[in-house]
């Protein structure tokens, strides 16, 4: 079974600046998805960004990266830039290859941004 | 295109009631997921259809919760009765088979 740990309850930040969650996760299986969704208070958990287990490149999506590291089985969020709107609890989420589709997620971490 | 439709939005019973929540998912998507997420943890699957047959409902709790998708598109979720430890928001997604999973706005239940 998959394990995704998440040892960041709360983070905060300040607008304009850069801030990276944490994300580590245990697997036996070779061939797999990383996610990071976020989550704004009372609404719907939207994608933010992917990484397949093959990949070597991190995977990148305007103010969001991620370091992938395979090795070492960590899968850390940088936000840069960071705007308001990015306050929301994050959560990292694993889901192994094959037709098995069943995400096994973190417990989120908070992300407060300062004005 | 249309995203994944829940409903009610919020819903509040008292114990050993019956509640049933509904999704409608993004037209075509083949597989549909319920999850349950108590506050403060991430979700957790608990049911995965691939058109209407059940792929995964290990974590299921059989005893008082079913679901079903019998036309292989809309999804009913049913607790019956409902204990304190249901409170949770029901989340429903779907995916086209493939990796990239579409989450509703989720269904906030409260059990008094």
């Known amino acids: 079974a998959q394990t995704v740990t998440q040892s960041q309850p709360e983070m905060s930040v300040q607008e304009a600046e850069t801030v990276t969650l944490s994300c580590t996760y245990d697997?036996?299986?070779?061939?797999?998805?990383l996610f990071w969704y976020k989550q704004p208070p009372s609404r719907q958990m939207i994608l933010v960004i992917r990484q397949e287990a093959y990949k070597q490149q991190n995977a990148t999506e305007n103010r969001f990266s991620v370091n992938f590291q395979k090795a070492a089985k960590s899968f850390s969020l940088k936000i840069s830039d960071s705007q308001l709107g990015d306050a929301a609890m994050y959560f990292c989420a694993f889901l192994p290859g094959g037709s098995n589709y069943k995400l096994t997620f973190g417990k989120g971490t908070l992300l407060t941004v300062n004005p | 295109e249309a995203g994944v439709a829940q409903s009610p939005r919020y819903k509040i019973i008292e114990k050993r009631q019956s509640v049933a929540f509904w999704c409608n998912p993004i037209s075509g998507h083949a597989t549909l997921y319920w999850y349950q997420q108590i506050l403060g943890q991430g979700p957790k699957l608990l049911i995965q259809f691939q058109n209407n047959g059940v792929v995964d409902d290990s974590q299921l709790p059989k005893d008082r919760f079913s679901a079903e998708r019998l036309k292989g598109v809309d999804s009913t979720l049913k607790i019956q009765p409902a204990k304190l430890e249901d409170s949770a928001v029901y989340l429903c997604a779907s995916s086209l088979g493939a990796v990239e999973q579409y989450f509703g706005p989720g269904t906030r239940l409260t059990v008094t």
């Open positions: 697997t036996s299986e070779s061939d797999y998805y």
